[in-house]
T-cell receptor, first 115, second 115 residues
């Protein structure tokens, strides 16, 4: 069974700081990995999608990496802003067993960027 | 181009009652997946519909059932509501099933409160 862990559970940083959010998973049989943003009580906004054959993806101030062999992904946010405050979720689209063809999510990291 | 829409936004029900939630997929998408997100947790996969059939199901009891219509919209029904069913219910749409359905677009969710 795929297990997805996100560390830290919560993070508070001053504005302008660069930061890294971590995601680890137990089953490397994945099709892709996706990072989402969720504002309080709202739906999910996709930030970056990395195919299993890729190593990283970039969008603006965001960079996500994927290392299937070690079961890890990181989301790097450069020059953080108060508007980045949200919960960030990591999700994997599986290819085997109970994770087949569906997204398995971590519990998320709650990010607060202080002005 | 309309994204994924869900109705209603909020709902309050009493234990033992039944509830129906609705979802319209993003234009051009034919697959709908439903997720339950309890407070402080990541979304959990409930089931997925493609060509009006349930294709995959997560670890949810039979009280949770669904339907997909010819226009690809979908309903989630929950019978005999329990307090533990209180959650944000998220609908996601994608194109195709299986490997093709890896990029999922999420709606804003329906907040269900069971008292």
């Amino acid at each position: 069974k795929q297990e997805v862990t996100q560390i830290p559970a919560a993070l508070s940083v001053p504005e302008g700081e660069n930061l890294v959010l971590n995601c680890s998973f137990t089953d490397s049989a994945i099709y892709n990995l996706q990072w989402f943003r969720q504002d309080p009580g709202k739906g999910l906004t996709s930030l970056l999608l990395i195919q299993s054959s890729q190593r990283e993806q970039t969008s603006g101030r965001l960079n996500a990496s994927l290392d299937k062999s070690s079961g890890r992904s990181t989301l790097y946010i450069a020059a953080s802003q108060p508007g980045d405050s949200a919960t960030y979720l990591c999700a994997l689209y599986g290819l085997s067993g109970g994770s087949n063809y569906k997204l398995t999510f971590g519990k998320g990291t709650l990010l607060t960027v202080n002005p | 181009d309309a994204g994924v829409t869900q109705s209603p936004t909020h709902l309050i029900k009493t234990r033992g009652q039944q509830v129906t939630l609705r979802c319209s997929p993003k234009s051009g998408h034919d697959t709908v997946s439903w997720y339950q997100q309890a407070l402080g947790q990541g979304p959990q996969f409930i089931f997925q519909y493609y060509e009006e059939e349930e294709r995959q199901r997560g670890n949810f009891p039979d009280r949770f059932s669904g339907h997909q219509f010819p226009n690809y919209s979908s309903e989630l029904n929950v019978n005999a509501l329990l307090l533990g069913d209180s959650a944000l219910y998220l609908c996601a749409s994608s194109l195709g099933w299986g490997r093709r359905a890896y990029e999922q677009y999420f709606g804003p969710g329906t907040r269900l409160t069971v008292t």
